[in-house]
């Protein structure tokens, strides 16, 4: 069993920052998938799929960004997983828009729910880093990622998350350099 975690803030003022793309792709495996309706647990929102033939809990944490780790450490211990089996997806700034880089372990980089989830599950999880562009000067970070994607974005967005969800399998199957080429592949088309 595997624990997947969509990064974002609950509500919907917040549902198309760009600071919540880790719950639309959650969101989109859901839908792809055909879930069952989420249900509130782990001071979040879960849902079960069976992707690349492995068991996955979708997990959309209900807590704001910076306490999004104690919604994981939940779900960890009633399904009794380690962080090797959290993968979280969450917005990065150092990517650019619609790219997406996967790796296991790190730092936080500054961003609170990567920091939050390292604060109480410890580094040691994969993280798949979904780009979103910096703005060029970090006095217009905050309102750039706290800000919605654009309608000219809508598109590549849909894309994106087809994408992801499409290729998810080989996440699930610990292929992560086969699942970042065929995502690749299929945004190139």
């Known amino acids: 069993m595997q ?72 779900a960890m211990d009633f399904y009794k997983c380690t962080p090797d089996d959290v993968t979280l997806f969450y917005d990065e700034l150092d990517l650019d828009p619609f790219k997406i880089k996967v790796k296991q372990g790190g730092g936080a980089a500054g961003h609170n729910g990567i920091r939050s989830t390292i604060q109480h599950i410890g580094p040691d999880f994969r993280r798949v880093r979904i780009g979103i562009g910096h703005p060029g000067h970090k006095d217009r970070v905050t309102g750039h990622v706290l800000g919605d994607y654009h309608k000219s974005e809508f598109e590549p967005l849909t894309d994106m998350l087809g994408a992801i969800a499409a290729e998810a399998h080989w996440l699930a199957k610990g292929d992560d350099v086969r699942f970042m080429n065929d995502y690749a592949m299929r945004m190139a088309e």
């Open 3 to 74: 624990i997947w975690v969509g990064l974002g803030n609950p509500g919907p003022r917040y549902a198309l920052n760009r600071h919540n793309v880790g719950f639309m792709v959650v969101d989109a495996m859901a839908e792809i998938e055909g879930c069952a309706p989420p249900q509130k647990k782990h001071k979040g929102w879960i849902q079960e799929a069976r992707i690349g033939g492995e068991k996955i809990i979708l997990l959309k944490p209900a807590t704001f960004m910076n306490e999004s780790g104690q919604s994981v450490r939940a």
